[in-house]
């Protein structure tokens, strides 16, 4: 499997990104970049802190991965995913797919980011002007 899996409290790069997913048989390549928007549920977010259990989070990413392998004939897969503090704008994940075809990896990366809220343990305080709140990170 050729995968690139990080979990980090750095800044994600997007750029580096695309260019390790690009190679010269890949004739689709969908890249899935989630941002932190500023409202949820008409309630303005003033900004979102990441937690990770990071060795099982790690291991569901690799996991997903694989699954999407096995489903889909994808060339290569990227998952990457902040921890910590981030405000109105940054990125939180990067998906990224190379296939042959633009099919393949389109549901793949949908898959991912699909199945990745609902089985990797990431959790997010959602820091309004009213309080706060933890809830599973992608709900």
């Not at 800044?11 to 390549?29: A, F, H, K, N, V």
């Not at 802190?49 to 990227?78: C, G, H, T």
């Not at 075809?101 to 309004?128: G, M, N």
Request: glycine letters at 6%; proline letters at 5%.
């Amino acid at each position: 499997m050729n995968t690139q899996i990080l979990l980090s409290a750095q800044t994600l790069d997007i750029q580096p990104c695309i260019d390790w997913i690009m190679s010269p048989e890949s004739g689709g390549i969908d890249v899935f970049i989630g941002t932190v928007r500023n409202a949820t549920k008409g309630k303005k977010v003033l900004r979102l802190d990441f937690e990770a259990y990071e060795p099982m989070a790690i291991s569901e990413m690799n996991k997903i991965a694989a699954q999407a392998f096995e489903r889909w004939p994808v060339q290569k897969i990227l998952i990457h995913h902040r921890t910590g503090l981030l405000q109105v704008g940054e990125v939180p994940v990067v998906i990224a797919v190379s296939a042959a075809h633009r099919d393949a990896a389109f549901d793949a990366c949908r898959y991912i980011i699909d199945t990745l809220k609902q089985t990797v343990p990431i959790w997010k305080k959602e820091s309004f002007e009213d309080g706060d709140v933890w809830v599973a990170a992608h709900p």
